[in-house]
């Protein structure tokens, strides 16, 4: 690799980190925002926060690495064509085919990185993520021990706590059952314990009164009790045995045991043929988004209104590969043996940077000039 190269590539890769850091943020701020709303309102620590928006930033940073890509391959191509960097090396000869050779090898780093999120990092993850939503939503301090705070730890329950203890008692509790559609029943405590029996919860009320409202009849009932067993266990329990998420399925696992998943998980064949192939697509279209931006940017001679209009059709033909992504994937769902039109986009978007590549070789304009012109004499017969 010339010296040339080198520079050109490392400035891809410099902005190419400046445009991944932007678009990352912006996404992780608008996700965060909801995820803090959600797990702090639920009375989870910063720390649970925080693990929590590391396990999603692999799947954030899938979805940003290609216009990152993209837009640092336009950034910096513009930037070399604005310094006239392009313009001597192509007077000393060089084709863009030749200068493309940096942006080759920018859009297979990023298809490596791409590869290692798809394949490695994602599905872990993903793997992880739920294994810890699983804890979370078992863990009764955090679901049900919130002081001041009105909690629905299930539909038709509503659970509050006035004050909590350093020796974890409770005071002055409220509980309001309402999910038996007949009769709804509300219990009243002075003070209340939480006591394990293996998997069984019971809440513990102390010098309490219970109301019982029948709603066929309209009566209401009321009953004092020195203390009273309340199993809570249905209300923080969750289902154990849910169908693994296909994005969380190892690569290899999908390649060996496609019949085995679909029998186990209930995934279709066109569903586990869509996610394994798109795995290898994503990392292949950021080879293909890569040249489409430089070899765009290299149509057109020098202007010194700049490339505005090839950073235009440039952006304009990003949106129409990812668009193609988006309806390609509807026939695999339906039919797994349509599994190569998932590569469609790519192949589009190399098909396209090679036309530029070389209609920026030879121009038309070139072309036109090159014609041969009819005799002096022929043209006046």
């Known amino acids: 690799m010339s010296r040339y190269d080198r520079y050109v590539l490392s400035q891809y890769l410099l902005f190419f980190g400046f445009f991944s850091l932007i678009l990352v943020s912006m996404f992780w701020i608008n996700r ?10 639920d009375g989870q620590s910063a720390m649970v926060f925080f693990e929590f928006t590391a396990l999603a930033l692999p799947n954030l940073i899938r979805m940003v690495l290609p216009m990152a890509a993209f837009a640092a391959a336009v950034f910096v191509t513009n930037r ?27 859009g297979l780093i990023c298809a490596l990185m791409m590869s290692v999120l798809t394949h490695v990092l994602l599905p872990g993850s993903i793997k992880q993520l739920a294994i810890r939503e699983t804890e979370v939503a078992r863990n009764l301090t955090a679901r049900l021990l919130n002081e001041g705070t009105f909690l629905h730890p299930a539909e038709g329950v509503t659970f509050y706590i006035r004050k909590i203890d350093r020796d974890g008692t409770l005071n002055d509790v409220f509980l309001s059952d309402r999910r038996d559609p007949t009769r709804s029943t509300t219990y009243t405590g002075a003070k209340a314990f939480l006591v394990r029996q293996g998997e069984q919860v019971n809440l513990i009320m102390v010098d309490g009164l219970a109301l019982r409202f029948d709603r066929e009849s309209g009566s209401l009932s009321s009953t004092n009790f020195a203390d009273f067993s309340y199993d809570i266990s249905p209300l923080i329990a969750e289902r154990t045995t849910r169908a693994r998420s296909l994005r969380a399925i190892p690569t290899p696992e999908l390649i060996r045991d496609g019949a085995a998943i679909t029998a186990a998980e209930g995934y279709t064949s066109g569903q586990i043929a869509e996610e394994l192939h798109l795995r290898f697509a994503r990392a292949l279209v950021c080879i293909a988004v890569v040249l489409v931006g430089f070899s765009t940017l290299m149509l057109g001679s020098y202007s010194r209104f700049g490339v505005w209009r090839q950073a235009l059709a440039a952006f304009v033909l990003l949106i129409g590969l990812e668009v193609l992504r988006g309806v390609v994937t509807e026939p695999v769902l339906a039919n797994a043996r349509l599994w190569p039109l998932i590569y469609l986009p790519t192949l589009l978007g190399l098909a396209i940077a090679a036309l530029f ?15 041969p012109r009819s005799p002096p004499g022929e043209a006046a017969a």
């Open 80 to 106: 070399l064509n604005g310094d006239s960097e392009l313009t001597v090396m192509q007077a000393t000869g060089t084709s863009p085919w030749r200068l493309a050779r940096p942006a080759l090898v920018f």
């Open 357 to 371: 590549l070389r209609i920026a070789s030879r121009p038309l304009w070139v072309l036109l000039r090159r014609r």
């Open 32 to 41: 965060a925002v909801v995820l803090f709303d959600k797990l702090i309102g």
